[in-house]
C-alpha cells in the first residue's frame, strides 16, 4: 500500500476472524494470533500472542452475536494490549450493536451505547474505528477520537451499474433521510422518506412516504436490517405507489429471525444488498454481500501514517 506499517500490530477477535484476515491481507500485514480459554466459573482469559510494546495496536472486534460474549473478549484484548505497553491502541468496530441505545425514552433505563463506550476507553482503547452507527450522536459518547466511515461509496459503486433513469432512493424514516439523501447525491437520482413511528423493536408504522415514487424503481436504504419489520412495513406502503421494483440496501445486514427470507420473498424485491461489516449467516439467490475490507484497511493505514480519513471517506 505504499506505507511503511511494519509497526502495527493487528489482533482479532473471535466475532469476526475472517473480516479480519481479509483486512491484514489489504495492509499487507500479519494477522497476530490471540489465545482465547474459559475457566472453570465460565470466565475469560485472553492472551495476545504478539509483542505490542511500543506498537501501533489495532484490534478488530464487530459486536456481534453474542453480543455479551464478544465485548467482554473485546475489554479483556484492550486491557491485555494496554498492559504490555502498546503505544496506540485502536478498536476497529465494524458494527457497534449498542449504538441503538442512545437515548433515555422510557423512566428507569441505561444508555448502553454511552456505558459500553465507557468501558472500551476504560480497558484500554485510545481511539475507534467504526462504520455507520445507528444514530449520529452515538460518535460523542467515546472520549477518544473516533473516525466514523460509511459505506456509501462502495453500495453507490455496485448500483451505478445499473439504469437509474426512473429510479428514486428512499429512506425508510427521516432520521436516516440525510444519509439517504447523500446516498442519492452520488447516484444522481431523487430521494424520498417514508413517515415511521416505531412502537416495539418489531413493531413500526410508516403511515406514507414523502417523495415521487409512483412507478418508479426504488432503492431502500438503510443503515441496519435486523428483524426487517421496517423494510417489510415500507413495502406496503410501495406497493400503494405501484412502484416498478425494490432493490433493499443497508450497510450492517443482521437479518435476524429469518428476516432475509421474508424480504427476499416480496415479489417486488429483486435485489438485496449489503456490506459485510457482520458475519452473514443466511443464504438468498437475492442477496449481494459487499466488502468493506479495503475500506477499513485504508483508514487502518491513514490512522497509521497520521493522515486524514475524513477527506478519503465523506461522501461531496
Not at 449504538?99 to 485510545?126: Q, Y
Not at 447516484?187 to 412502537?199: H, S
Not at 410508516?206 to 415514487?213: F, P, W
Not at 406502503?237 to 428476516?259: K, N, P, Q, Y
Request: with cysteine; glycine share 6%.
Amino acid at each position: 500500500m505504499g506505507s511503511d506499517v511494519r509497526d502495527i500490530a493487528l489482533f482479532s477477535g473471535s466475532a469476526y476472524p475472517e473480516l479480519a484476515a481479509e483486512i491484514a491481507a489489504h495492509l499487507g500485514v500479519p494477522l497476530h494470533p490471540v489465545r482465547v480459554q474459559r475457566f472453570a466459573n465460565d470466565c475469560l482469559e485472553v492472551q495476545l500472542q504478539a509483542n505490542c510494546r511500543e506498537r501501533d495496536v489495532f484490534i478488530i472486534q464487530p459486536l456481534v452475536r453474542p453480543v455479551q460474549e464478544n465485548l467482554v473478549e473485546l475489554l479483556l484484548m484492550l486491557d491485555a494490549a494496554r498492559g504490555a505497553s502498546a503505544a496506540r491502541i485502536t478498536v476497529v468496530l465494524p458494527h457497534y450493536a449498542y449504538a441503538r441505545s442512545d437515548k433515555k425514552d422510557a423512566p428507569r433505563i441505561s444508555i448502553g451505547g454511552r456505558l459500553v463506550a465507557d468501558l472500551m476507553v476504560a480497558a484500554g482503547a485510545d481511539r475507534v474505528l467504526t462504520m455507520t452507527l445507528h444514530s449520529p450522536q452515538v460518535h460523542g459518547f467515546f472520549s477518544v477520537p473516533v473516525d466514523h466511515l460509511h459505506a456509501l461509496r462502495e453500495l453507490a459503486g455496485h448500483f451505478s451499474a445499473l439504469d437509474l433513469s426512473n429510479t428514486t432512493v428512499v429512506s425508510p424514516d427521516l432520521g436516516n433521510a440525510k444519509e439517504a439523501a447523500r446516498f442519492a447525491r452520488l447516484l444522481g437520482v431523487p430521494v424520498a422518506a417514508g413517515a415511521k413511528q416505531r412502537f416495539a423493536d418489531d413493531r413500526v408504522t410508516i403511515t406514507s412516504v414523502i417523495g415521487d415514487i409512483d412507478g418508479r424503481d426504488i432503492i431502500v436504504l438503510d443503515d441496519e436490517i435486523a428483524k426487517g419489520s421496517t423494510v417489510l412495513e415500507l413495502l406496503d406502503r410501495l406497493r400503494e405507489h405501484d412502484v416498478r421494483s425494490v432493490r433493499v440496501a443497508c450497510t450492517h445486514g443482521l437479518f435476524a429471525a429469518g428476516a432475509l427470507k421474508r424480504i427476499g420473498d416480496q415479489p417486488e424485491v429483486v435485489e438485496i444488498v449489503c456490506t459485510n461489516t457482520v458475519p452473514i449467516h443466511e443464504e438468498s439467490e437475492k442477496l449481494t454481500v459487499l466488502s468493506i475490507a479495503p475500506a477499513l484497511a485504508e483508514a487502518m493505514r491513514r490512522i497509521h501514517d497520521g493522515e486524514s480519513v475524513s477527506a478519503l471517506f465523506d461522501a461531496p
